[in-house]
T-cell receptor, first 107, second 113 residues
Framework: KNEVEQSPQNLTAQEGEFITINCSYS?????LHWLQQHPGGGIVSLFM???GKKKHGRLIATINIQEKHSSLHITASHPRDSAVYIC?????????FGTGTSLTVIP | NAGVTQTPKFQVLKTGQSMTLQCAQD?????MSWYRQDPGMGLRLIHY???????DQGEVPNGYNVSRSTTEDFPLRLLSAAPSQTSVYFC????????????FGQGTRLTVV
């Protein structure tokens, strides 16, 4: 049983395309996080959400608490966006992670 | 301000050996945690701590010990390494366990032969 499901698992896009990654979760949460993991392995936090929508540059994250669903959008994708994007939910004292979406943006 | 410092980056162990993965943060965070990342699986919680002197088990605690004697440090001990513990390990910290941003170490790639 996976508390967090992400789709798609893999995604290839042409530079400039609009990208959407989806995340569904099955537990009550205090926050949802979108993380980015580059090929070197390091993980950085992109967004932390408990409601609504957040925007940072070309990245937009939304969450629908009633539907237990979140999306990460990348506008005008660029090859440097190539990475694994991970959805994680925080239930208070524990985090649960999706398996990640591997994004490749082709020039 | 170094954030979360995790060492070593790479380690090869023989079955039965012991070792300690180090994790330190300089942000005065109360919550620290250890995860393992295996191919095809999401990160899984091994142990976590909500403050100095307080630790608890996560999803996959068997074969690992932790202690939290200071706010800054949260080492993970493998008492008798097994090939099943071959994985990439991440340490993370946040102000609390709730609605706060998480900061991750750079990861440790551990191979047990």
């Amino acid at each position: 049983k996976n508390e967090v499901e992400q789709s798609p698992q893999n995604l290839t896009a042409q530079e400039g395309e609009f990208i959407t990654i989806n995340c569904s979760y099955s537990v009550g949460i205090s926050a949802l996080h979108w993380l980015q993991q580059h090929p070197g392995g390091g993980i950085v936090s992109l967004f932390m959400l408990s409601s609504g929508k957040k925007k940072h540059g070309r990245l937009i994250a939304t969450i629908n608490i009633q539907e237990k669903h979140s999306s990460l959008h990348i506008t005008a994708s660029h090859p440097r966006d190539s990475a694994v994007y991970i959805c994680a939910v925080n239930t208070g004292n524990q985090f649960y992670f999706g398996t990640g979406t591997s994004l490749t943006v082709i020039p | 301000n170094a954030g979360v410092t995790q060492t070593p980056k790479f380690q090869v162990l023989k079955t039965g050996q012991s070792m300690t993965l180090q994790c330190a943060q300089d942000m005065n965070h109360e919550y620290m945690s250890w995860y393992r990342q295996d191919p095809g699986m999401g990160l899984r919680l091994i142990h976590y701590s909500v403050g100095a002197g307080i630790t608890d088990q996560g999803e996959v605690p068997n074969g690992y010990n932790v202690s939290r004697s200071t706010t800054e440090d949260f080492p993970l001990r493998l008492l008798s390494a097994a090939p099943s513990q071959t994985s990439v390990y991440f340490c993370a910290s946040s102000q609390t366990g709730g609605f706060t941003e998480a900061f991750f170490g750079q990861g440790t790639r551990l191979t047990v032969v």
